[in-house]
């Protein structure tokens, strides 16, 4: 069975306040990644908002345009692993990226050992 993306954490089904150029950022973001498809604009533009801090080390990523399956590593550690403090500084961008490689969301095999290295 895979695993379910649950918005809850990032802001459940509010949809925030964002400008029209931010709202087709996150529509398009939403689109490239179908398991967020029920996620409102507030849940994935947060969600985004914490992976461009934690993994990518900026404060809003606006340059990646194409699916991200780290990001999708991202959610799914935050969301199993809520209390793991990634720090901000873009330090497990290797271990994202390595965790993503495996999708473990498609069989929800769960997260034995994080970081992995």
Same mark, same amino acid.
């Given at each position: 069975?895979?695993?379910?993306?649950?918005?809850?954490?990032?802001?459940?089904?509010?949809?925030?306040?964002?400008?029209?150029?931010?709202?087709?950022?996150?529509?398009?973001?939403?689109?490239?990644?179908?398991? =967020?498809?029920?996620? +409102?604009?507030?849940?994935?533009? &947060?969600?985004?908002?914490?992976?461009?801090q *934690?993994? #990518? $080390?900026?404060?809003?990523c606006?340059?990646?345009?194409?699916?991200?399956?780290?990001?999708?590593?991202?959610i799914?550690?935050?969301?199993?692993?809520?209390?793991?403090?990634?720090?901000?500084?873009? =330090?497990?961008?290797? +271990?994202?990226?390595?965790?993503? &490689?495996?999708?473990?969301?498609?069989?929800? *095999?769960? #997260? $034995?050992?994080?970081?992995?290295?």
């Amino acid at each position: 069975m895979a695993f379910i993306f649950d918005a809850e954490p990032f802001g459940g089904t509010a949809d925030g306040e964002w400008n029209d150029d931010w709202r087709a950022f996150i529509g398009g973001l939403r689109a490239r990644h179908p398991e =967020l498809a029920a996620w +409102d604009n507030l849940a994935v533009g &947060s969600a985004w908002g914490d992976y461009s801090q *934690d993994i #990518l $080390a900026v404060g809003w990523c606006d340059w990646i345009r194409e699916r991200d399956e780290a990001f999708l590593a991202y959610i799914y550690v935050r969301l199993l692993r809520p209390s793991f403090d990634f720090g901000g500084t873009g =330090l497990f961008f290797d +271990d994202v990226e390595e965790l993503a &490689s495996t999708r473990p969301w498609l069989t929800d *095999d769960g #997260l $034995a050992q994080w970081p992995l290295n």
